[in-house]
């Protein structure tokens, strides 16, 4: 079955509406995991979003300090080369392996750029990268004129297919223009983290620059079955114990109002309120598409119907009243609509 596809900005890549998500398969070992994690498991999660119609993979290497992507790169290789999906990674994170719960360093310099390219090109198994993306900006007094400028030449030697960047904003976006067009951003983007739909989403529409939206579940609290009890049970290092607002009072009663409000609307379609949750991102105007990550196959089944599910305009209209009504998150509830003519 051909499943509905956007385009990636100007890369020439068509991109099925969600992407497989890889952060939470990299396991427990390093400071911003979600605890542990069976790597058969994880393979299988992997696999079912494939076998379901997903056409990308989105990872990087500080996910488990490499491990997420050898994960992927073990999917991968099981599979003939034109079944093989899109793999996106980042680099820009580096860490101490002699301290793996330490706080990783952004950096961007040029030859780290390259050096961690080559490195992800080794653990995927591929001899080019289909998209890769800066996960952070510089921490170490790099211009990201330089760094962009090596970016621009690891598409030149044909390394990777497109380059972007994740978790800029609009200036350092306009820096990177100028030297080379930015073919896609990954911003935080969800029915409650929405400010970045104010200035960078739009920024990316007008300058011809996918969107591709990670925790648009906001990290499982999206989800059907996500329960308050759920925060004692996770792993004593799971990084959403001690590093999310949203999973603390007051914001954690009003994001689960929200997420309850979308449980009709989940009915009407016959679908599950975490797909109702993404077709809510994915209808936003600039996205091109949302990274959701599984760390089974069961909670793959629970969001694969948004590959193609579309809401409707009451629907839309009905969100963002339950967005105002709980006070839930932060930013615009409903796109503007485009003006008419007359």
Request: glycine fraction near 10%; charge should be negative; include cysteine.
């Amino acid at each position: 079955m051909d499943h509905a596809t956007r385009p990636l900005g100007r890369t020439g890549m068509e991109i099925t509406l969600v992407g497989a998500g890889s952060w939470a398969i990299g396991g427990g070992n390093w400071k911003y995991g979600w605890g542990p994690q069976d790597d058969a498991t994880s393979m299988r999660a992997l696999r079912r979003a494939l076998d379901g119609g997903v056409n990308w993979i989105d990872t990087a290497p500080v996910y488990g300090l490499g491990h997420a992507e050898t994960i992927v790169g073990r999917v991968v290789r099981e599979m003939a080369a034109t079944d093989r999906p899109l793999l996106f990674t980042k680099c820009g994170l580096r860490w101490s392996d002699a301290d793996p719960f330490g706080e990783p360093v952004k950096n961007l310099r040029p030859e780290s750029v390259r050096m961690e390219c080559e490195a992800s090109l080794r653990r995927l198994g591929v001899e080019r990268l289909d998209l890769l993306q800066f996960h952070w900006p510089d921490a170490v007094g790099t211009a990201v004129e330089d760094s962009w400028g090596e970016m621009s030449r690891l598409v030149d030697d044909g390394k990777i297919r497109a380059g972007g960047v994740s978790n800029f904003d609009v200036t350092l976006l306009e820096r990177c223009e100028r030297i080379m067009h930015v073919e896609s951003l990954q911003p935080p983007f969800s029915l409650v983290l929405r400010s970045e739909a104010a200035d960078v989403i739009p920024w990316c529409r007008e300058h011809g620059t996918g969107v591709i939206v990670y925790s648009p579940l906001q990290a499982g609290l999206m989800t059907d079955s996500f329960a308050p009890e759920r925060i004692e049970l996770m792993a004593e290092r799971d990084w959403r114990r001690w590093n999310s607002e949203e999973f603390q009072e007051p914001r954690l009663s009003r994001n689960l109002a929200l997420r309850d409000a979308l449980r009709p609307i989940a009915e009407r379609h016959a679908s599950t309120v975490a797909a109702v949750a993404l077709a809510w991102v994915t209808s936003w105007p600039g996205i091109s598409g949302a990274i959701v990550g599984s760390r089974s196959a069961d909670q793959v089944d629970a969001w694969i119907p948004a590959i193609d599910l579309t809401l409707s305009a009451a629907d839309l209209d009905e969100i963002a009243a339950a967005i105002e009504r709980t006070g839930a998150g932060s930013g615009p509830a409903r796109a503007a609509l485009p003006a008419t003519a007359g």
